[in-house]
């Protein structure tokens, strides 16, 4: 199973972006697909996750300005960011957990805010 994360890069404070997971290979059945991130000696944290029931979790620093969807045919994640902050600056992971255990990892795209 390969996940790969896109679109990330310079953007401004207040400024928008959105990133793109997608998963392939030999998908068994998705769980939940999430976005993850990591900055500089900080531990990773959870940015938002979209489990197949429909429901949503967001991290408490990122709520009301990040957006996340899916499209199930394409096994793909989206993440809306919005209002964007130097805070937000980090390197985004996108996470797949499958419904038979056991779950990937991407490499992370990088995001970074900044004037």
């Known amino acids: 199973v390969q996940v790969v994360e896109s679109g990330g890069g310079l953007v401004q404070p207040g400024g928008s972006r959105r990133l793109s997971c997608v998963a392939s290979?030999?998908?068994?059945?998705?769980?939940?697909m999430g976005w993850y991130r990591q900055a500089p000696g900080k531990q990773r944290e959870l940015v938002a996750v979209?489990?197949?029931?429909?429901?949503?979790t967001y991290g408490a620093s990122v709520k009301g300005r990040f957006t996340i969807s899916r499209d199930d045919p394409k096994s793909t994640v989206y993440l809306q960011m919005n209002s964007l902050k130097a805070e937000d600056t980090a390197v985004y992971y996108c996470?797949?957990?499958?419904?038979?255990?056991?779950?990937?990892w991407g490499q992370g795209t990088q995001v970074t805010v900044s004037s």
């Open positions: 290979g030999s998908l068994f059945s998705i769980y939940s």
């Open positions: 996470k797949v957990v499958f419904t038979r255990g056991g779950d990937s």
């Open positions: 979209i489990i197949s029931d429909g429901s949503i």
